[in-house]
């Protein structure tokens, strides 16, 4: 019995021994990063006020989820985000569309978007503040502004290169135009689609916080400006993990996404980043 | 290229009409001569002068430092395991952060002035030079970078004989990411804080009710990102020239 019971042990400790670095290698480095910052700040070398130390953020992180700031400012941030992506992709996807079936549509709107996609998007801010007020209204239409233009140029190409045959096939078989378009050329296009959310779906939230440190009106990046100009460092450094972690969070529910609604796609493994 | 100007010289058009014959409020969507004449105006008063100056000099020292900073960060990470081992999961953790989420930090590290605006910059930029690199360096050939060993080349040699190059093509669309990102980030730091640069002058005329400035400085950011992106086009053409088969 007691055999069994050391057996199971060194069993164990062998099985820890050989989990053990799988888990806790990836995890060294932060741990490192958090031990030294701990040190420095706890040492007095730095200013606590340049170098929260990470003791202090976490104690502001509990505090700000207590008071329910951090969760009122994070589902602002969040429905921003969210509206205007949503915005972006039924937007993008349609102009994208026409441009990749229609000659006309190319030729007009081609130079537009391929001027407009390497333009600084950000600097439409002030226009935006101008023609839709300081509230949600110019956040989530600069979101969806900029986000739509790799949407636009993802589904455009997609709907260009879906092939030819399969649309031939759904003639012959004497499918309607509309009916092409539903059952072929639509689902043909929504790997480029997903392709196009993915890249934009960080310039979404780059755009979110930028309008909320710029025009205030709550949200992660209203909180964090205050913060800074009654120097609060803490609470800047605590907004940042929390919008790290928010942006982990939507990029993995889009894969997510891409794997349910994509099954049949052979391309839904590639990892877009 | 004139084929291509057709359609854009259309917009123009539609807008010019619909802002002159009245159909838009002239605060809300000024006709677009007359915010041509306003960027002449501000050329002229010297308003526009030191601040694209003091912008591109901040967008260029950022967008250097990034790169130069990214493709060492990189080619070291492909040859290093342990480099590899730390710099990887702060990548993936700084990944998904909106970089000028760093600007209210910048600003109470650096103060209000250029570092911290160039500090954003490369923040922003550096990522994708890193990772481009990076893969790119590890796609290199492994017979070739034996070969190297063999012939007695150090390993600093080989990273810059060999790996580099090898991996150029990948750097180069790395890089284009930067340029893109490196407005992006100028812009929206500048606008954020302080008295100078092409952010700052562009919100600075839309809160005075200067609508016709405003709208022609973030044009004219808008083609600076532009012109940037055509010229950098070109130029990496050139240097991928002899990778075409």
Request: hydrophobic share 55%.
């Amino acid at each position: 019995m007691g055999h069994s019971v050391v057996d199971s042990w060194r069993h164990t400790a062998i099985r820890m021994r050989r989990a053990g670095p799988a888990i806790v290698r990836p995890l060294t480095p932060f741990t490192a990063v958090i031990l030294v910052w701990q040190a420095i700040a706890a040492s007095g070398a730095v200013n606590s006020y340049l170098l929260p130390p990470p003791t202090a953020v976490l104690s502001r992180l509990i505090h700000l989820a207590a008071t329910g700031d951090l969760f009122a400012d994070t589902a602002l941030t969040v429905y921003r985000t969210l509206a205007g992506f949503g915005i972006a992709i039924l937007v993008g996807a349609s102009i994208g569309f026409w441009m990749g079936t229609s000659a006309f549509g190319e030729w007009l709107l081609g130079p537009v978007v391929s001027f407009l996609f390497s333009t600084p998007k950000i600097s439409f801010l002030p226009i935006f503040i101008l023609w839709f007020g300081t509230f949600d209204g110019s956040k989530i239409l600069m979101t969806a502004f900029i986000c739509a233009f790799p949407v636009i140029s993802a589904c455009h190409s997609g709907a260009k290169d879906v092939s030819r045959l399969w649309r031939w096939v759904g003639q012959n078989i004497g499918m309607s135009r509309s009916r092409v378009v539903r059952k072929i050329m639509i689902p043909a296009t929504l790997p480029a689609l997903f392709t196009g959310g993915a890249i934009s779906l960080p310039f979404a939230f780059i755009a979110v916080s930028v309008s909320e440190m710029m025009s205030g009106g709550g949200g992660l990046g209203a909180r964090m400006m205050l913060s800074a100009r009654f120097a609060d460092s803490a609470t800047v450094v605590a907004v940042i993990i929390v919008l790290g972690a928010i942006g982990v969070a939507l990029s993995a529910a889009l894969t997510a996404a891409r794997h349910r609604l994509l099954r049949w796609d052979s391309t839904v493994d590639t990892v877009v980043a | 290229m004139t084929a291509r100007a057709v359609p854009i010289l259309l917009f123009l058009g539609l807008w010019e009409i619909v802002a002159a014959l009245g159909f838009a409020p002239r605060d809300i969507l000024p006709p677009v001569h007359s915010i041509a004449a306003r960027a002449v105006a501000l050329g002229t008063t010297g308003e526009l002068g030191p601040n694209l100056l003091t912008s591109l000099g901040r967008a260029a020292l950022g967008f250097v430092l990034a790169t130069c900073a990214g493709i060492v960060l990189g080619a070291l990470m492909s040859r290093s395991r342990a480099i590899e081992v730390f710099v990887n999961p702060v990548l993936a953790l700084s990944y998904p952060i909106p970089k000028p989420a760093f600007f209210p930090l910048f600003l109470i590290w650096l103060g209000l002035g250029s570092p911290t605006h160039v500090a954003v910059i490369v923040t922003g930029c550096i990522i994708p030079v890193v990772i481009s690199t990076y893969n790119g360096a590890r796609r290199v050939n492994r017979h070739v970078v034996w070969t190297a060993q063999n012939f007695g080349m150090g390993p600093t040699r080989i990273i810059w004989r060999v790996v580099l190059p090898a991996a150029l093509p990948d750097i180069v669309v790395g890089i284009r990411v930067a340029l893109t990102l490196s407005f992006d980030m100028l812009v929206s730091s500048e606008m954020l804080a302080g008295q100078t640069g092409l952010g700052f002058l562009a919100s600075y005329l839309g809160e005075g009710g200067d609508y016709e400035g405003m709208f022609a400085v973030v044009l004219m950011i808008g083609f600076l990102g532009f012109f940037a992106d055509q010229a950098y086009g070109a130029l990496s053409g050139r240097l991928l020239a002899p990778y075409r088969d």
